[in-house]
């Protein structure tokens, strides 16, 4: 294609490259892809692999040779893996609950200048995002709580986070003070106000929100390893650090109690792990992809 | 109506505060807080003495943090013209929405799916065996631990670190590159005196508050690794405050390491948003 050919502009800096330019891309970019996706495709295929193809191919398989659910089977026999999965569900789901509700609340309280205490409210929030307290103090705030061992220990300490506070204010400083003066004309109060009509006008907002906390809870390994030291409250993370990381063996015992002789290969069940805990963000990701560009630009540019 | 959220924040993030108080304290975790004994600065000699371990997880931390400067930030701005210099929309969002995966997924999971990829019966080393080469070690590698490092987050976060540039780069007069055109730049010309200096705000912004975060390096990802490689070679501030302080129970003076980093950190932060003001572009925080 020649670039004289060319009589629209597209725009970007593009107006029609050489092709060699565009092969080099196309190669630079298939690569980048390829080096993403590459390993997310061995990993589902190395949990439904069968157990020789699994031996024969040095632990990993790149391809699966036919379907083979036997690992995802021993998973969910009521052992380790089931219980941390439930786990981290009402972690994630209960977690999300409550950071919302705190988190939007706060903000309202934050979007209504002049109200009281709004600015020494907004310093806090704002100066949260500069610093964190450190370890060892969170973790003694923690213990002297009594929530060792507790999941509230990993939903509390990171309830409220101030820059998810400042994306929903911002947002809400955009709902024109004369909608909400009319309702409160009408008899409306404070709450009725905020659950009847700022709710339902910021739902693209608070799917966005909830869904970045609900990654957060999902994804959180390290308080969970700080905090919780009874393994039956363990969630599906730090699961798959000790079976999988580290490469602690799973026994039958860990399984629900199958046969030992049974058992898939030891590297199907960890891969059946990684995908189980891999596939709920597998689903939100679309999701997430569609707004968040915007959120953040929200964020970035109100803050 | 704020209250839950207000109470919730100054609970856990300003209550801890205070717990820095330890620092200053012979703490034993089973002696009530405020029991202990007074020790003055005692615990803050490991920093002003050199204490060795320190040291090296002082070296440590700035050096991933030069390493990941040179390596980690400049990978989604080249991404990120590549990108834009793409023609098709539709391939362009298929690339996107494959990059920004990664940065979703929990260091747990990168770091178990590097291990497939890397480890010693991994994708590579049953490659390099079944054709008889000697295979390579490359999560045990003491001084090869900051490349793997640095592999990680570049494999996690190039994709999803190209949102602002590409942002900005849309934000660029196309006029500016018709002129250019006229004047007959090539189009590597163009990308030199008109696509870099359009983004040149933002990459000197993000670099700022990059350095400002010097002391903080994916503490996490590190703690998965540390087994593997050793302490000496993977030790950084934050790792020697969690195995100095909760495993070893060294609890008053990894507090005070830990205060010290912080203050040094909020130091950090507030003097890159000074100078990125003086830069002539909006910080993080601006007083509303």
Redesign the interface.
Known sequence: MSMQTNVRVPKGIDDGPAASARIVKGIVLLLCCTVVIVPFIGVISTSIASQQHVTNSGGFVLWPDGLNLDAYKSIFNGGVVQRALVVSFVITLGGTLISLAGSTMLAYALSRPGSFGQRPMLMIVLFSILFSPGLIPNYLVVKEFGLLDSLLALILPTAINGFNVIVLRSFFMSIPDSVLDSARCDGAGDFRIFWSIVLPLSRAVLAVVGLFYAVGYWNAFFNAMLYISDTAKWPLQLVLRTYVINNTELSSGDLGGAAADQLPPQESIQMAILVVSLVPILIVYPFLQRHFSKGMLTGAVKG | ??????T?????????????L?AFQEYLPFVP?GRSAWVGLENFSVIFNGDQEFLNALKNTLLITLVQVLFVFPAPIA?AL??????SER?KRV?Q??????H??????V???????LGG???IN?FL?EHGMSTIDFLGNPDGFIALLTSQVI?KDT?WGT??FL?A??QID?GL??AA?VDGAS?WR??WH??VPGIRGLIILLLILRLGDSLTVG??QI???Q?LVGRPASEVL?TY??NN??LAGQ?GV??AV??V??LV??AL??GANKVAHIFGEAG???K?
């Open positions: 109506m704020a209250l839950p959220g207000l919730l924040m100054l609970a856990f993030h300003y209550l801890p505060l205070f717990g820095n330890i807080l991404l590549l990108l834009n210099s793409l023609l391939i690339v929405s494959v990059l920004y995966l990664p979703f997924l929990s260091w747990v999971i770091i178990a799916i590097f291990q497939q990829i019966s991994g994708l049953n065996r494999w994709g949102i602002l942002a780069l849309t196309p590159y018709e055109r189009r163009q990308l008109v696509t503490f996490e703690i998965l690794q087994n934050d405050v969690y302080g909760v609890w990894s507090a830990g205060l980093k912080g950190g909020v932060v507030i993080v925080y601006r509303s």
